[in-house]
């Protein structure tokens, strides 16, 4: 049974930094393209950054282009995203997710953690 778990979600004043984790279980990461989505209440879930397990290339919207950071360490089986930056238009349930069937940038995964709760304060 695959689990992803978040962590590292909280409150955060403006400006400050944040590191979310992902860690897998009865999955091998470091052969898996992850992928970090958010929702916004009242808005639909949008994709934030992804990195294939290929190349480690890696996948950013605009908005969090130079601010966020995905990462992963395989040993660990974790994946990492970074907020430096944050913003309050950042708030939002952060949740990663595995195995995209088709573009990492899309919504279309198998698998998905439950959720973490990022609030940055103006």
């Known amino acids: 049974q695959v689990q992803l778990v978040e962590s590292g979600g909280g409150l955060v004043q403006a400006g400050g930094s944040l590191r979310l984790s992902c860690a897998a279980s009865?999955?091998?990461?470091?052969?898996?393209?992850m992928g970090w989505f958010r929702q916004a209440p009242g808005k639909e879930r949008e994709f934030v950054a992804a990195?294939?397990?290929?190349?480690?290339?890696?996948y950013y919207t605009d908005s969090v282009k130079g601010r966020f950071t995905i990462s992963r360490d395989n040993a660990k089986n974790t994946v990492y995203l970074q907020m430096n930056r944050l913003k309050p238009e950042d708030t939002a349930v952060y949740y990663c997710?595995?195995?995209?069937?088709?573009?990492?940038?899309?919504?279309?995964?198998?698998?998905w953690g439950q959720g973490t709760q990022v609030t940055v304060s103006s």
């Open positions: 990195i294939r397990w290929s190349s480690s290339r890696t």
């Open positions: 997710a595995a195995v995209p069937r088709m573009n990492p940038q899309d919504k279309d995964y198998v698998y």
């Open positions: 009865g999955l091998i990461l470091s052969s898996r393209t």
